[in-house]
């Protein structure tokens, strides 16, 4: 199998692979394992339509997909090493003061009940409350590209509980309950740590709906496009208002039509107004369908104007 994997190795000479790679290779112990990385890097990076670990595998000359699922289940490396490395590759290759830090969370869906965090819980991957896993992950998108730079697994309360359950899954057993916005929190502050630069963070209303999260990005001076439910209530020079409500309210003149870019019928055309609340540098941002004016979508701004990262 290695002599196959070794050959896989040396056509990646000519690549760019092998440069990138070469900042995380210290971070895999063995030598067997740091190649069997670099094939599964290049697999993922492939235009392969599934890359599970027998497509891995296959794709690799190996015949079986045990090396593959090995790399993710018992051999030996510093994960998080190599996750500060990936995000420290992003930042040299990407980094913009401009860049945005994007948090979002996802489903895996699971048939079994060992896996570290699965159960019944609800994903937008599949729409409806299923046994799954659930990861928190955070983007980083500007001018130059876009790429995933970190990642939290989301362990319910059930499990945080159980030091039995997390013994038999190889979580260690004084691993905290943290919510998946203190997930999201967690990661945002490694990446402020790490100086890559930035100029905002966004996310959906699962975490703009979160106070705490909106309070940690004001005191460290970020700035946030965070979507809201349409029910969150804003406090504005008038007083508590539904975000909803708000919108009922505008006049015709308060919105400007803009496009998002172009989708896959042309232009996305929608109406945005600003709405001004009691704190100047907090904003309510409302986002209205040009053709369709009952779609609205409502997001929190914060908007001092600091950059974050390297100067």
Known sequence: MLARVDGIEASWLASGLDDAFAL???RFFRREVRVRARACVAGMLSGLERKT???????????????????????????????DGVRGYVASALGDLDGVLIGDDTGFEKK??????????????????????????????????????????????????????LAAAKVPSETPFRTKPQLL?????????????FGWVTADEAY??????????????VSYVLAVSCDHVITTPAGRRRADALADKLPKRAWQRISCG????????????????SR??????????????SELAFYLCHTKPLKHGVQ
Request: with cysteine; charged share 25%; net charge positive.
């Open 185 to 197: 929190r967690l990661m945002i502050e490694r990446a402020v740590a790490a100086e890559i630069p």
């Open 262 to 277: 172009d989708g896959a019928k042309g232009h996305r055309w929608y109406d945005w107004a600003l709405v001004a609340m």
């Open 24 to 26: 995380v290779a210290g």
């Open 53 to 83: 670990g027998w497509s891995l595998a296959e794709y690799v000359g190996e015949k079986s997909p045990d090396g593959m699922q090995r790399l993710c289940t018992a051999a030996r490396w510093d994960q998080d090493a190599v996750r």
């Open 112 to 165: 079994g009940v060992c896996s570290a965090g699965v159960q019944r819980q609800y994903t937008g991957t599949a729409g409806k409350i299923t046994n799954c896993q659930l990861g928190v992950f955070l983007a980083y998108a500007g001018p130059k590209g876009r790429a995933l730079v970190d990642r939290e697994l989301y362990l319910p309360r059930s499990w945080t509980r159980d030091e039995v359950r």
């Open 208 to 221: 703009g709906d979160n106070g705490p999260l909106r309070a940690f990005l004001e005191e460290q001076q």
């Open 280 to 293: 100047p540098e907090i904003s309510l941002l409302i986002r209205q369908h040009a053709s369709r004016p």
